[in-house]
Nanobody, 124 residues
Framework: QVQLVESGGGSVQAGGSLRLSCAAS????????MGWFRQSPGKEREFVAA????????FWADSVKGRFTISRDNAKNTVYLQMNSLKPEDTAVYYC?????????????????WGQGTQVTVSS
């Protein structure tokens, strides 16, 4: 069982930055591909980024490529999402997810555990 707790959300003006953190419980964090997803009001949850467990290869949604950075610290059981040049359309609840041994970015169904989400609001 893995528990995920996101933090770092908040309100920021367009062009600003935020860093989200996701702290995981358990001793097998390094074996999980970690992903970030987001959901805006009235929309389905969508993939944002992922970092593979075996080699830290990263995967990105086109909408955030070049603006967001995903990283992980296995010693701290934490994954980060650095978000720069934020836009109003980035406003959403951001969710952290963990997929055991996941090779690619996967889909929502491929992830085994989910956090509760953290709100990010970007004003114009």
């Amino acid at each position: 069982q893995v528990q995920l707790v996101e933090s770092g959300g908040g309100s920021v003006q367009a062009g600003g930055s935020l860093r989200l953190s996701c702290a995981a419980s358990g001793r097998t964090f390094r074996m999980y591909t970690m992903g970030w997803f987001r959901q805006s009001p009235g929309k389905e949850r969508e993939f944002v980024a992922a970092i593979r467990w075996s080699d830290d290869m990263t995967f990105w949604a086109d909408s955030v490529k070049g603006r967001f950075t995903i990283s992980r610290d296995n010693a701290k059981n934490t994954v980060y999402l650095q978000m720069n040049s934020l836009k109003p359309e980035d406003t959403a609840v951001y969710y952290c997810a963990a997929g055991l041994g996941l090779v690619g970015a996967g889909s929502e169904a491929d992830y085994d555990y989910w956090g509760q989400g953290t709100q990010v609001t970007v004003s114009s």
